[in-house]
């Protein structure tokens, strides 16, 4: 399972839309483990400018090594727009994370996206966050993160709908610094049903508060094995101001079934 695991990473797997759901991935809760990671195909339906039905991968593994800890995450996205296949998109993630005696965490991350059906050319963010534990217990946890990132996005007009097209159509490309706040759990309801959930606020420094962008997810999992669970995904963002004149809100349904190792 390694092996396959390791040939999706190789993959160019780089976004959904702008905000990676991060408190998805895989988290290590046990402090004797070091290692852990799921591969999970799925079928998805978003609300773009037209109705796309996509097959996807998706792959994470978390590391745990003394006081610090890795994740890496990745993403392939393929298409389907009537008879015509495409490529939409995907992404790669990397965190970096160091544990001290005490509820606090802080950690560092990259990634790079891109999500063509949307017109999201590219983005690339790097950031840190300070995380703090709410709660803690075998069965799950609650946790809160707050950090400063830097974003580039380039964004071109395919996903924008005929009626709100400029005259002119050049890609538009942004640069900044940004705040990044977000809230979590992850609880298991049961012995086979699992729970999480995260709400994400974003913000530039310059203008805090005045157009953000919101984020939020919801999952349910259920198990029939140790290493076999099915899951059911609903993933949501709203921007303010978008780059381009798409719609603000952004919806991601998916269900997946999702193997763990």
Do not use: C
């Amino acid at each position: 399972m390694k092996k396959i695991l390791f040939l999706f990473l190789l993959l160019p797997f780089l976004a959904q839309s702008q905000i990676l759901f991060s408190e998805s991935f895989v988290v290590i809760f046990d402090s004797t483990k070091h290692f852990k990671g799921s591969v999970a195909p799925s079928l998805e339906i978003k609300t773009q400018k037209q109705l796309y039905v996509e097959i996807t991968n998706r792959a994470d593994m978390a590391f745990r090594f003394k006081n610090h800890g890795i994740t890496v995450a990745n993403k392939f996205e393929l298409t389907r727009d009537g008879s015509e296949t495409i490529l939409s998109g995907g992404f790669i993630y990397g965190k970096f994370k160091t544990f001290y005696d005490n509820p606090f965490v802080l950690e560092h991350y990259a990634q790079h996206q891109w999500a063509e059906a949307r017109g999201l050319d590219r983005k690339i963010a790097i950031g840190s966050n300070v995380r703090y534990k709410l709660l803690k217990t075998q069965k799950g946890g609650a946790f809160a993160g707050i950090g400063p990132f830097y974003e580039y996005e380039l964004w071109n007009y395919r996903g924008v709908p005929d009626d709100r097209l400029p005259l002119n159509t050049t890609s538009i490309s942004m640069r900044e610094w940004k705040l990044n706040v977000y809230l979590s759990t992850k609880r298991e309801l049961s012995e086979k049903i699992r729970f999480e959930g995260s709400v994400y606020f974003q913000d530039g420094f310059n203008d805090l508060f005045s157009e953000p962008r919101w984020a939020g997810a919801i999952a349910f999992s259920y198990s029939f094995t140790k290493n076999i669970a099915f899951g059911v995904n609903l993933q949501t963002i709203y921007d303010f101001n978008p780059i381009v004149p798409v719609d603000k809100l952004w919806l991601n349904t998916f269900s997946a079934l999702e193997v763990t190792f």
